[in-house]
């Protein structure tokens, strides 16, 4: 039997092809739409062409339909990879190829940026604005190691791992010399690592502190008062630049405020004024005299 539109038979009662005229009695012929003829008349005349190979399917051949398109058995196979469809579920593409379910997954499946190859369901990928590649495709544009679904660094169009980034592109601490991955501060256009930049005393962090450098040294406003600065030979305080009398006064081996320096009798500031030392004190120039 054909798909439904037409009969194929021997026939047993006196009937001429409709087309030929021919005797059918013991012949094989086709019945389509009421009418028997011949098989030579029913290929040459009724017969479906075959949507692939563009030949007519005669009646001994095993007929396949599909939204009116018509293929040989033979015929009906995936576009793509030449699989057979006979009986397998398939999909009718552009230029009427039908195409097998997994060429169809494969064609439509994103395409990876790495090997340009289809990601298909269940394959590993990473996504990163609005680009995809296989998990080991994704690799380190300096040393080619596989990413995957590490940490990295765009740059450009380049995606550095971790380290890489860190050799190549990151900032060196001036004190430990490794690279500052993140935070971080800078002084005097050195960068450092905020755990670096510390009290060279109480080894404190000096980050968003007040702190004093004295050479290659840093202290924090206790530690250089304590430690360093020198002291007030007046009020026997440490003599800073913080806060109040950032000027000193320096005589011999004796250090002052400025505000400290003054007479030992009527206590009139002497900063920048003529004084006189006797007996290890200081005085204005008129003191001595009422001595």
């Known amino acids: ?21 021919d005797p059918l009695h013991g012949k094989k012929y086709v019945q389509k739409e009421g009418r028997h003829c011949c098989v030579k008349c029913f290929d040459k005349i009724c017969a479906n062409t075959c949507i692939e190979c563009k030949k007519p399917i005669g009646a001994d051949s095993k007929e396949l ?44 499946a994103p395409r990876c940026k790495g090997c340009f190859k289809p990601i298909i369901a269940g394959d590993q990928n990473v996504e990163y604005k609005k680009m995809v590649w296989h998990k080991d495709c994704f690799t380190c544009s300096q040393c080619k190691q596989v990413i995957g679904s590490g940490s990295f660094f765009p740059k450009g169009d380049d995606f550095f791992c971790v380290s ?18 993140s935070g971080g501060l800078t002084y ?8 670096c930049f510390i009290c060279s005393n109480c080894k404190r962090q000096l980050g968003g502190k007040r ?20 002291k007030c030979a007046g009020c026997k305080n440490p003599i800073t630049g913080f806060g109040r009398g950032t000027s000193v006064v320096n005589y011999e081996d004796e250090s002052w405020h400025d ?15 003529r004084f006189v030392c006797h007996n290890g004190k200081i005085y204005c120039a008129e003191c001595p005299k009422r001595l």
């Open 65 to 108: 339909h599909f939204k009116n398109r018509y293929w040989h058995d033979t015929c009906f196979r995936c576009f793509k990879c030449y699989t057979s469809l006979v009986n397998e579920p398939f999909m009718l593409r552009e230029n009427n190829k039908v195409w097998c379910s997994n060429c169809t997954a494969a064609a439509d």
């Open 188 to 195: 005097q256009e050195q960068p450092w690592h905020s755990e």
């Open 164 to 181: 890489c980034h860190e050799h190549k592109f990151a900032k060196t601490c001036a004190k430990c010399k490794n690279p500052i991955t």
């Open 259 to 273: 505000y400290c320096f003054k007479c030992t009798k009527c206590a009139r500031g002497l900063a920048n004024k």
């Open 1 to 21: 039997a054909g798909p439904g539109s037409y009969t194929v038979g021997t026939m047993s009662e006196r009937f001429d092809c409709f087309y030929c005229r």
């Open 211 to 230: 702190f004093t450098a004295v050479e290659d040294d840093f202290y924090c406003v206790d530690c250089y008062k304590e430690c360093v600065a020198k």
